[in-house]
């Protein structure tokens, strides 16, 4: 009888990674507390920046930390009891709070996730994904800015710190970043992306 059925494992590393990784967090916790629905309030987005625009700053913390941990938990859970597919779990994660089968495959842009999963990895360069997403958005206050040079940080520091079997994995995830953000690129190219902070219209 074989002992062991190869697929198992990585199958089990996407699923559970896809299942964390698309749990909508902001949605959960705005509609918990009376907010509303976060897809029909500012951008639509069901991540921490579009939570702050209710004015709940502990519910866009605790979206933006929540965020963070699913991406890191489904890693370290990987890791832990299904050893070798902690990226396929780290990739899964990511994909899910993009595109969340409950949400129809509308989800968040997945800068906070990206960094959980990041960190959870291999934490040098979650240190300086971390330091590139807060440095910049305290200075410029542009959050999409800050998240996207936050996410391309992550193969570039992978790359520098030898961990090239990261790279490929980091800079797939960073492209899907950028391609999240292409709405806000055009705004960003016309002058009129919003700050951090500032009220925006639906």
């Known amino acids: ?52 625009r ?17 991406g890191a938990v489904a890693v370290l859970i990987a890791a832990a009891f299904l050893p070798g597919t902690a990226a396929l779990a780290a990739t899964a994660a990511f994909i899910g ?27 040098p360069s979650g240190l300086v994904y971390a330091a ?18 936050a996410a391309v940080s992550a193969p570039v520091s992978a790359a520098f710190f030898g961990r090239i079997d990261l790279v490929l994995m980091l800079l797939a995830l960073a492209l899907i970043v950028l391609w999240k953000h292409r709405e806000n690129i055009d705004r960003l190219l016309s002058g009129s992306e919003p700050r951090v902070g500032s009220k925006r219209k639906s």
């Open 54 to 70: 209710t004015g709940r700053k502990g519910l866009a913390a605790a979206t933006l930390l929540l965020d963070m941990a699913k």
């Open 97 to 123: 709070h993009c595109y969340p089968v409950w949400l129809k495959f509308r989800g968040g842009k997945g800068v906070a996730t990206l960094m959980g999963v990041v960190l959870a990895l291999y934490w």
């Open 132 to 149: 590139v997403w807060l440095g910049l958005l305290a200075t410029v206050r542009i959050s999409s800015v800050s998240g996207m040079a």
């Open 1 to 52: 009888m074989p002992t062991e059925v190869p697929w198992i494992a990585p199958a089990g590393a996407l699923l559970l990674g896809y299942l964390l990784g698309s749990i909508p967090f902001g949605v959960l916790l705005t509609r918990a507390a009376g907010a509303g629905d976060l897809r029909q309030i500012g951008s639509g987005n069901i991540g921490a920046t579009n939570v702050l």
